[in-house]
């Protein structure tokens, strides 16, 4: 059982920064790849961003290429994500995930495990 806890979600204005962080307690974090997802409002949850285990492989949803950055700490058991250049099309519950499994990890239906969400509101 894997535990994920996300924070550093909040306000800010179109243009500005916010980092995200997940997390993880419980079993091997490092036997995981990480994913991050986003739901607005009235929407179907999205794919924003994932990370292999060890973290030489990186995935990223076209609408936030250059803008957004995921990133793991293992020895802290924790996923990053670095949102620079934010628009207000970006403003959703951001959701954390672990998976086992190494590929697929544009798709939620591999992640096996998931955190309560943060929201992020951008204003414009």
């Known amino acids: 059982q894997v535990q994920l806890v996300e924070s550093g979600g909040g306000l800010v204005q179109a243009g500005g920064s916010l980092r995200l962080s997940c997390a993880a307690s419980?079993?091997?974090?490092?036997?995981?790849?990480m994913g991050w997802f986003r739901q607005a409002p009235g929407k179907e949850r999205e794919f924003v961003t994932a990370i292999n285990w060890s973290g030489s492989t990186t995935k990223a949803a076209d609408s936030v290429k250059g803008r957004f950055t995921i990133s793991r700490d293992n020895a802290k058991n924790t996923v990053y994500l670095q949102m620079n250049i934010l628009k207000p099309e970006d403003t959703a519950v951001y959701y954390c995930?672990?998976?086992?499994?190494?590929?697929?990890?544009?798709?939620?239906?591999?992640?096996?495990?998931w955190g309560q969400g943060t929201q992020v509101t951008v204003s414009s």
């Open positions: 995930a672990a998976t086992r499994r190494d590929y697929g990890l544009e798709t939620a239906i591999v992640y096996e495990y």
């Open positions: 419980g079993r091997a974090f490092r036997s995981y790849a």
